[in-house]
């Protein structure tokens, strides 16, 4: 429970730029041990202006004390919906700083990096089995690149079968970067209400010739199993379209049900959310793509392929879409994957799906009553309540920011959109039970709270490092970089 | 599993409160033939120690940059890695948080992209920065996207040809389905033609797109570029692939560039085999409110506190979904905090010695290039710590050669480039000692050892 006497050492710590002292160095050079030479003086740039001038001390404090401000999986419980926050082992970051994998360089010949092109096809396999698909890419940086890859794909598959089709059919509940992903190839949304589950019936009735495809996201974002996915597919199989599917939410699903096995065609993976790796503050995250066999001469270049027990780049395919980055995705973050995957094995990753549908599960019988649960079908990895059964004007967002005096980090708050005032916790496997009914008790303090006093979770964070912040001020007049007054 | 907290009595308890006997029943939502049948097809887990010892295994088969003479550039630069990065980016309140949704448990994660975007203002020589894209190629094909969607009725884009081919293959990728029309800007001398361009532009051109340096480490005279851009009314973009050349050369914005980009990996960013690295983007201020990715500004809290927010969001797809700038939905936090880190460590004169660290190396190593026989170094401008020098033997056959020597000489062009067959890229850096390079040179004469 809430200690309200301990605040901790949260201290305030100036810009970089602040605290800049003419002079001052942080770093130290080999000397030149050729002779120096300097450019035609007409290209020389003057010094950058107000470019900081700091310590290794200085530095070092400045990075530390900000670190004690923020909040990660490894500061406590943070259940961010559809983000799938699970714990980051720690041998995944160690090997990953192997120089053998840190620091080879990407034109480096293929003969001299075969451990590198062997991990990523090990990875690609691996990635393969899990989903169902005979074919990986793991070249997109992200998931939304790899939405973008899939659209890309699928677009070039209906040009080569001579199609020009212009509409995309997303329900309400998918993440914005699946229309985002959907414009960037050209392409009309069709937003489709869902109703919690998409329907056969709701697809039909915009489903025709001009359909390129159906963007799903399965478990949706509700955390409900599409369960009339298959129907839906061949549906659309029908007309001539194919189905993508958004493996945001793959958390709930590994060796349990595999896309391909149910009429998908593409589907990304979320490398940091599925498979422990980091993310980062904001990123790098990692989104490679699992495509059915008519779709392999499209994948983006290049990718690994063994040949007489040796491993190369594929570059040579005529039908690709291209490239999507410079050299061959996110490497460092394949590592932590591919290492996850190895310390799981296929029936850890299958109880890592089971104990997240179990934590979710555990939450909602601990929580619904409290709190409104507008969608009471059988949910799996994530549970959304809505904002109904607040009281006294007390909103989504005050229950959030009440939560961080709690100490803990908010779910995620308005997503979906199809929800009034979503909360939308997804609390993974990697949580223990006392971990789950501390972060229970807190949510049924608050309920309490905005009975008796709702000024509590209006005048929430009191203990964070700032109170809550202006961002129509922001806004308005956007302040984006420091400038010397 | 070590990852996996529950005992059995706390998995029973959990099924009792939940109202089920098993598991199995809370997944009755997923219809019978949506099931996997079958156990998942994988090996067994691996210990700790296991997983270490064979990951080590896999990683000893590849050729790091530390255990090589390594000439290798091309977009992805070996330069040292100050040991205090690695230790601040271990930091677990960093890197295990998310995008700061919640800003008041995230004014780290805030304050840091603040400090990266002003960075990135200053070293290019531009108004705003955003908070990073996928990388330098990706970065620039979202430049491309954005003076489209600035410009309105203009579809075309004027492609320098000495920009990296991996940053014109990802521009071609992302304007594949979109309504406009790429066209290359031709080479003279290792730089963009300015004849050509000139030729080139006309009312329907909505930007001109080139590399400084380009893939060549040639550097472009962007301030006649720029007129001639903007005489005819389209935006130049300027492509970094290796901003270390910044703190030496005049900023792309200072030149006149309306837009600059580039990757970061240089500032303390491990190689990685060519990933992550950070895409950078500054625009100028007339184009705040187009940008792609996302931004960070200052505000104050209610106790009139400064602390920094995720701003202008009305710009993603988050909110405007297939009306976004871009379906960008991440930025590089990590390896933007790498780059600051390195960059608040060298600082204004760090940086500028390092750069002239750079460009002395390369000097020396293209001067003892030129002297060889039969060699040549192939372009006459200045560069900055890559060139190309056009080789009197097929260029596979030398770096064969060379290889194994344990020499890595650099980047054959002949695949991207058909008129640079004989080119071979080298790039030096100060991890490159001039005995290094003295080994290079005999070896690259034909001598051994």
Not at chain 1, 177 to 196: E, M, Q, R
Not at chain 1, 247 to 253: D, E, I, S, V, W
């Amino acid at each position: 429970m809430m200690n309200t006497e301990s605040r901790g050492l949260v201290l305030d710590e100036n810009l970089l730029f602040e605290q800049s002292q003419p002079g001052r160095v942080g770093y130290s050079l080999t000397g030149l041990d050729v002779p120096s030479a300097t450019p035609d003086s007409r290209l020389v740039r003057e010094e950058i202006t107000d470019f900081p001038e700091l310590s290794e001390v200085d530095v070092v404090r400045h990075y530390t004390r900000l670190s004690t401000w923020n909040y990660g999986v490894d500061s406590g419980f943070y259940p961010l919906g559809s983000c799938t926050m699970k714990y980051n082992p720690k041998i995944n970051e160690a090997v990953a700083r192997l120089p053998g994998f840190a620091h080879i360089h990407p034109q480096t010949p293929e003969a001299l990096n075969q451990g590198a092109l062997e991990l990523m096809y090990n990875l690609q396999q691996d990635l393969g089995e899990i989903s169902g698909f005979p074919a990986i890419t793991l070249q997109p940086a992200a998931g939304a690149q790899g939405e973008f890859a899939g659209m890309l794909m699928i677009r070039a598959w209906h040009e080569a079968n001579g199609q020009k089709r212009h509409k995309v059919i997303i329900p309400d509940t998918a993440h914005g970067t699946n229309p985002a992903s959907s414009a960037l190839c050209g392409y009309d949304v069709i937003t489709v209400a869902s109703d919690g589950i998409l329907s056969k019936e709701a697809v039909a009735a915009v489903m025709d010739d001009d359909v390129a495809a159906l963007m799903v996201t399965n478990p949706n974002t509700l955390g409900l199993f599409e369960a009339d996915i298959r129907e839906i597919c061949e549906l659309v199989h029908q007309h001539g379209g194919l189905v993508y599917s958004d493996g945001a939410n793959l958390n709930a699903m590994m060796g349990i049900s595999r896309p391909s096995d149910i009429g998908i065609d593409v589907m990304h993976f979320n490398l940091h959310k599925t498979f422990s790796t980091p993310h980062g503050g904001g990123g790098p995250g990692s989104g490679p793509v699992g495509v059915v066999d008519k779709l392999i001469p499209f994948l983006p270049v290049p990718y690994v392929v063994r040949e007489d027990n040796s491993y190369k780049l594929e570059y040579n395919c005529p039908q690709t879409i291209g490239r999507l980055k410079s050299f061959y995705g996110h490497f460092g973050i394949l590592v932590r994957a591919y290492s996850y995957i190895l310390s799981m094995g296929g029936e850890g990753l299958k109880r890592a799906s089971e104990l997240a549908v179990l934590n979710a599960n555990y939450i909602r019988a601990r929580l619904e009553g409290e709190y409104d649960l507008p969608n009471k079908q059988r949910s799996l990895h994530e549970v959304v309540f809505s904002e109904d059964a607040l009281q006294n004007d007390c909103h989504t967002l005050d229950v959030a920011k009440r939560l961080i005096d709690y100490g803990y980090h908010p779910p995620t708050i308005y997503f979906p959109l199809v929800v009034h005032g979503a909360l939308m916790i997804e609390p993974t496997e990697t949580e223990s039970k006392q971990t789950l009914d501390e972060f229970c008790d807190a949510l049924l303090a608050i309920a309490e709270e905005s009975k008796n006093n709702p000024e509590l979770l209006k005048q929430a964070p009191v203990r964070a490092k700032v109170q809550r912040l202006d961002e129509t001020a922001a806004a308005r007049k956007p302040k984006l970089r420091w400038e010397r007054v | 599993m070590r990852y996996l907290p529950h005992t059995d009595v706390d998995v029973q308890q959990m099924l009792d409160r939940i109202g089920v006997s098993e598991i199995d029943t809370l997944f009755s939502g997923i219809p019978e033939e949506c099931r996997l049948k079958r156990p998942l097809d994988l090996n067994g887990a691996k210990s700790e120690s296991e997983t270490l010892i064979f990951l080590q295994e896999l990683a000893e088969k590849n050729s790091p940059a530390s255990s090589w003479d390594t000439f290798l550039g091309g977009g992805a630069y070996n330069h040292f890695i100050p040991a205090v990065i690695d230790h601040l980016i271990s930091r677990s309140e960093f890197y295990t948080a998310y995008t700061p949704y919640q800003p008041e448990i995230s004014q780290g994660t805030l304050q840091a992209i603040f400090e990266f975007q002003t960075l990135i203002c200053q070293l290019t020589g531009m108004d705003v920065a955003n908070a990073s894209m996928y990388d330098g190629a990706s970065a620039c094909a979202e430049a491309v996207l954005l003076t489209v969607r600035a410009a309105r009725k203009r579809k075309k884009v004027l492609l320098s040809q000495a920009l990296p081919p991996q940053y014109r293959e990802t521009v071609a990728t992302y304007c594949r389905y979109l309504d406009i029309e790429l066209a290359d800007i031709s080479l003279q001398d290792g730089v963009t033609n300015q004849a050509d361009l000139q030729s080139l532009l006309d009312d329907q051109v909505a930007a001109v797109v080139v590399g400084y340096p380009n893939y060549f480490g040639q550097i472009e005279d962007l301030a006649t570029i720029a007129e001639l851009t903007h005489a005819a009314g389209a935006r130049l973009v300027a492509a970094v692939p290796e901003p270390l050349a910044l703190a030496l050369f005049k900023s792309p914005g200072e030149a006149g560039a309306d837009i600059v980009v580039g990757e970061g990996q240089s500032f303390g960013i491990p190689l990685s085999y060519g990933g992550p690295g950070i895409g950078f983007f500054a625009v100028r201020k007339k184009d705040m409110r187009v940008l792609p990715g996302r931004l960070v500004g200052e505000t104050t809290d209610k106790d009139g506190k400064r602390g920094f927010v995720l701003t202008l969001a009305t710009r993603e797809q988050h909110i405007r979904r297939e009306k976004a700038t871009s379906n960008i939905c991440s930025n590089q936090w990590m390896c933007i905090l790498m780059v600051s880190i390195y960059l608040a460590l060298h600082g204004k004169q760090g940086l500028r010695q390092l750069a002239e660290i750079n460009y002395a190396k390369a000097a020396y190593a293209k001067e003892k290039i030129a002297q060889l026989d039969g060699f040549s170094v192939t372009f006459s401008g200045e560069s900055f710590n890559e060139f190309v020098v056009t080789c009197p033997e097929p260029v596979a056959a030398l770096k064969k050669r060379l290889e194994q020597q344990g020499l890595l000489a650099g980047i054959s062009l002949g695949r991207d480039y058909s008129e640079l067959e004989d080119g071979l890229l080298i790039c030096v850096t100060e991890q490159n000692s001039r005995k290094q390079i003295d080994r290079l040179v005999h070896a690259l004469a034909g001598g051994k050892g």
